[in-house]
């Protein structure tokens, strides 16, 4: 039993994460921020009581590779092709717009090429999670806003895929990385395609199987991924993507202990091995956070007007999509030097609580705005129809 | 529709005519079966399944006002309604329980507040209806046994479920001895039930 012992450091660290999680439920804030802020304390920028492990990188790991296996299971390409329109107009804008003010303000700070493409891809890359809980727990779930943030959130993921692999192509031969990629893929989808009635018949079970496959299935893709050297992270969303093909209710109810658990590990043990020592100073890290908040302004009100003609309906676009989440911090866990990791660390923590504060108040932001400006322009009456 | 469903329909009763009294007009094809009675739905019902979120139902009535039911992921029910020419709905977000509660008082089913009866029909077994009855046991039959009382020889209905501070005893065997306050659940034809709460329940 002198195993649990030797792990003592993430039962700590789970603890705390319990702790601050029962917290930031309470208020209604996202938990994220908290788990990376614990492990910042605990880790080697603060208190320095937990170091990482074998143990605890491989069950980071296995939080990641859940994450991304539950990107992958939302990913339906019918439902996404049936709504094209939707999901292009708003997607395209808020890619453009953020990458690129992400691209050249990382640059123009100061980080190298790769890392500034780093820094804008976890600066572009809103937080599902976030967005889709702040929508419900908002009650704006009906508004039309809503829609267009929820698609927008979809071409992320799809984006994101792109990213993973763009950034883990690296020094390879890109070619025969294609063909590795492309191979892998189909495995997946032929598995998919034929085992199908199969699947379904383990996920019907009422043992242990169903859960014990899901678990072995995510874990088999992502070792055998690296024994034929692609990237690990890519196909455990394809194999999402692919099951999403059967029962992806079934795999979802199965996959989320191991996630839910593994995740926290995952984000807390991102924050222990942050180091600030020698990193980007402060102004950089207040520029990048301001920009963060100001460039999802910018491409709301952009796809609001695009979409609705109002500038009015891109704030509550904006509120919903000011957090950055889980997949900046994976992409700064995965390809982030040092300074990178702290910079995205620090934008994920301050726009996950702006964006959070935001869209609770959004409203009263809303009111207030209309009418301090209505004082100039004319009835507030009027203008609420013109912006219908 | 089936013809065998068509001929096994019922004259309207007062519940079915309620949901026709709406004028028929063109909608989006949703068929709801009551009581075997087919209605078609007045209004255009849009449902829409948003990726992470769960589904959504809206529809706008004859009178401009819009209804939207969201079944999240999570498991709540949130349900908005936007009164016609405003511009903020207003919300309320339900546990499936309370949901479920709430489409029985707009269907109908609850007969009093704290006695409800459920028909099930099932078309396919030569129309085989059966009801399920919840009564409140009183004192006058507390310490008797279901044996005691002979209810199945009697009335030919059976409990099925008694619930009791909260506790729920399904199949209770016939050893099983009532206490005033406990509900029960009683299945049966609407006759035989009517028979077990004139023998049973004042005996």
Partial sequence: ?388 | MPGARAGASRPLNEKTLFYCAGRPREHSGIVIYYRNVCITTVMALRSLNLPGVGTKYEFETDKGDTVALFFTKIGTIQMYTLQKGCRTPSAAEMTPVEARRLGNILTGAIIEADQESVEIAFSALADLRVTIHTYIVPAAIAGKTIQDLQIRAKTGTTIIAVSRNDKNIINPPPSFVFAAGDAVLVIGETDQLRLFEHEIMVD
């Fill in chain 1, 1 to 388: 039993m002198e195993g649990i012992l030797a792990a003592g450091g993430i039962i700590l660290a789970l603890t705390v994460c319990l702790v601050l999680a029962l917290i930031s439920k309470y208020l209604t804030i996202p938990a994220i921020p908290f788990y990376i802020i614990a492990g910042v304390i605990l880790g080697k920028a603060g208190l320095g009581v937990v170091v990482s492990d074998p143990v605890s990188s491989f069950f980071a790991e296995l939080g990641l590779i859940f994450l991304l296996f539950f990107v992958g299971l939302g990913i339906r390409v019918d439902k996404i092709v049936e709504n094209r329109n939707a999901v292009l107009t708003s997607g395209i804008i808020d890619l453009n717009v953020n990458m690129l003010i992400g691209f050249v303000a990382a640059y123009l700070l100061g980080f190298p090429l790769i890392d500034a493409l780093v820094v804008a891809a976890a600066f572009y890359i809103s937080s599902t999670a976030m967005a889709v809980t702040s929508l419900v727990e908002n009650r704006k779930l009906m508004m039309r806003e809503a829609e267009t943030v929820i698609w927008l959130m979809v071409f992320e993921d799809l984006i994101m895929i792109v990213i993973l692999a763009l950034l883990s192509a690296g020094n390879e031969n890109l070619l025969l990385f294609a063909v590795k990629i492309m191979i892998g893929l189909g495995v997946l989808y032929a598995l998919a395609h034929y085992g199908k009635e199969f699947l379904v018949s383990i996920l019907d079970r009422e043992d242990e199987l169903p859960v014990l496959f899901t678990f072995v299935a995510v874990l088999a893709t992502a070792g055998s991924a690296l024994y034929f050297g692609i990237p690990d992270t890519l196909m455990v969303i394809a194999l999402g993507a692919a099951i999403a093909t059967t029962d992806p209710d079934a795999f979802e109810q199965h996959a989320r202990p191991f996630k839910d658990v593994f995740m926290v590990i995952f984000f807390v043990f991102f924050g222990i091995s942050i180091t600030f020592s020698g990193s980007v100073n402060i102004g950089v890290m207040a520029v990048i956070c301001i920009l963060a908040i100001v460039s999802k302004l910018v491409s709301g009100v952009l796809t609001a007007i695009a979409l609705y003609g109002s500038a009015k309906s891109g704030i509550e676009i904006w509120v919903n999509t000011i957090g950055r989440g889980e997949f900046s911090i994976a992409l700064a866990a995965l390809y982030g030097s040092p300074p990178v990791a702290v910079t995205i660390a620090v934008m994920v923590i301050v726009t996950s609580l702006v964006g959070s504060f935001a869209a609770k108040y959004s409203s009263d932001l809303l009111r207030i705005g209309l009418s301090g400006r209505s004082r100039h322009h004319g009835p507030p009456a009027r203008r609420g129809h013109a912006g219908r």
